[in-house]
């Protein structure tokens, strides 16, 4: 399956093949590169995020809300936003969406066609599914970023990169049974920081300490104090939610510049 993402994604970049699908008179950027082809390049980027998307919800809802699908579905929303204001900020227009699901690319149809097939018969098939998305997205994503030299661009794809990585690791390990809590993932180690607790005693397990849920709060991040997804008495998560490398952050799994 890597593969045929990696055809598509050569169709729709068509970067350092000697193919020219440029129009006459279109700008060129500092590599050479045309805006028609960074275009192109990123209206394939944000259609494979909403691919992602749709995928990633339909396996969540069939498999009962299963984590990880449910927290990276609504990192690829963000994604595919950051992707579409990029096509805006560079002239471009946003490919409209159809029905969840449904795809204009022929190739993305059969990918998400293909995925949601295997991986709606048991949790584990989805985990390998989610493995194998990630890895050919990380593959398209370094392909693009290393033949376009446009600072926006590599900016927001470094970013879905990062993001990306950590998808990767979640499925990895949720494969290997691991499953994560649903207060958050980041892909960092967790912090020490302290809140009106989700679940007693070292902030990840159980369901409450005390009659307002004090108690350590969930953090995701590398050494960063978090902020509270929600506060509030008993079960809502308490400081220390979604964070990503600085601590910061309101997406699972992506950094702050997917804004």
Known sequence: MSTLLATGVGTALVLGTGVAIAQSGDDD?????????????????????????????????AHDGLAPFTQIQRSEQKHHDAVSRLIELKGGT?????E????????????YDDWLERGLVSPDA??????????ADIEHLESAIDEIDDEDVDRVLGNL???????????EAAAAGELPDTAGM??????????????????????????DGQGPGRQHGLDGPGRALHQGPGGLAGQGGHQHGDGTGDCPMASTDDD
């Open 161 to 171: 990169l990062n993001a990306s990585e950590h998808h990767l690791a979640a499925f």
């Open 100 to 111: 969840p699901g449904e795809f204009e690319n022929e190739q993305i149809q059969t990918m």
């Open 94 to 98: 946003v490919p409209g969406e159809g």
């Open 29 to 61: 950027t500092d590599d050479g590169t045309t805006t028609t082809e960074v275009l192109d390049a990123l209206q394939f980027n944000v259609e494979e995020e909403r691919m992602a998307r749709d995928l990633y919800d339909e396996l969540g809802e």
């Open 126 to 135: 989805a985990f390998e599914v989610g493995i194998e998305l990630e890895k």
């Open 186 to 211: 980041n892909g960092g180690r967790r912090g020490d920081g302290s809140g009106p607790g989700m679940r007693p005693g070292a902030g990840d397990q159980g369901m409450r300490q005390g009659p």
